[in-house]
């Protein structure tokens, strides 16, 4: 039998009201994603061990190798190395998170960089109380479902002001018609919460609120 109740309203509206723009998410769409998520962990450990050593044996040929051989491998060394990254900054999110002062600057520049966006506008020169994967991932998917369709330029607007011992971002753009947009959201939300800070939706974009240092 299929679970059809749903979970609620990922988040609020600009009034406070639980939103009606997002759709509700069904409890056996979230389960089925945690069922690939309870594997996520030892799927890193595997991947990180065939990645160390496919990146020995390249140095070996490096080593050893002249002309475009060499060229190749060098090349292929810097791919594993990008490759190795990703998976690390996966792997971060497995973990239990630990909040400690970080530049805002440095996590949306990472998420901006993620979602393979641009921020229009000036992110403030603060330090927030967060877990570093965790909101990095928030703010990616935020920032990607709010700067429009993947081709062409994607860009969303950025606005801020602090308020309650938080910092606001005001993201405007176009909202990125997505299937998982609910789902995406309710991680969004719920990362955003566990750090003690909070999403909300408007028409033409989102707003997140993150704690100060």
């Known amino acids: 039998m299929t679970d059809r109740s749903g979970l609620g309203a990922p988040h609020f509206d600009e009034s406070g009201q639980p939103c009606a723009r997002h759709g509700v998410v069904a409890t056996d769409t979230l389960l089925a994603l945690a069922a690939v998520g309870a594997r996520v962990s030892g799927f890193h450990h595997d991947v990180?061990?065939?990645?160390?050593?496919?990146?020995?044996?390249?140095?070996?040929?490096?080593?050893?190798?002249?002309?475009?051989?060499?060229?190749?491998?060098?090349?292929?060394?810097?791919?594993?190395?990008?490759?190795?990254?990703?998976?690390?900054?996966n792997r971060a999110l497995t973990k239990a998170p630990v909040r400690k002062r970080?530049?805002?600057?440095?996590?949306?520049?990472?998420?901006a960089g993620r979602a393979g966006m641009k921020l229009r506008?000036?992110?403030?020169?603060?330090?927030?109380?967060?877990?570093?994967?965790?909101?990095?991932?928030?703010?990616?998917?935020v920032f990607d479902l709010v700067s429009g369709p993947?081709?062409?330029?994607?860009?969303?607007?950025?606005?801020?002001?602090?308020?309650?011992?938080r910092v606001?971002?005001?993201?405007?753009?176009?909202?990125?018609?997505?299937?998982?947009?609910?789902?995406?959201?309710?991680?969004?939300?719920?990362?955003?919460?566990?750090?003690?800070?909070?999403?909300?939706c408007k028409s033409n974009g989102f707003v997140v609120a993150l704690p100060l240092a």
């Open 168 to 200: 606001v971002l005001e993201l405007t753009g176009s909202e990125t018609p997505s299937q998982q947009a609910n789902e995406l959201l309710v991680v969004a939300s719920f990362l955003l919460r566990r750090e003690e800070g909070a999403l909300s």
């Open 121 to 141: 506008g000036e992110v403030p020169a603060v330090d927030v109380n967060v877990a570093a994967p965790s909101i990095t991932h928030a703010l990616a998917i």
């Open 48 to 89: 990180a061990s065939k990645l160390q050593s496919l990146m020995m044996s390249l140095d070996e040929i490096t080593e050893i190798a002249e002309g475009d051989l060499r060229m190749v491998a060098e090349t292929a060394q810097g791919s594993l190395r990008e490759l190795h990254n990703l998976v690390m900054v």
């Open 150 to 165: 993947v081709s062409g330029t994607r860009t969303a607007d950025i606005v801020h002001r602090t308020e309650g011992g």
């Open 102 to 111: 970080t530049p805002l600057r440095e996590l949306a520049t990472m998420a």
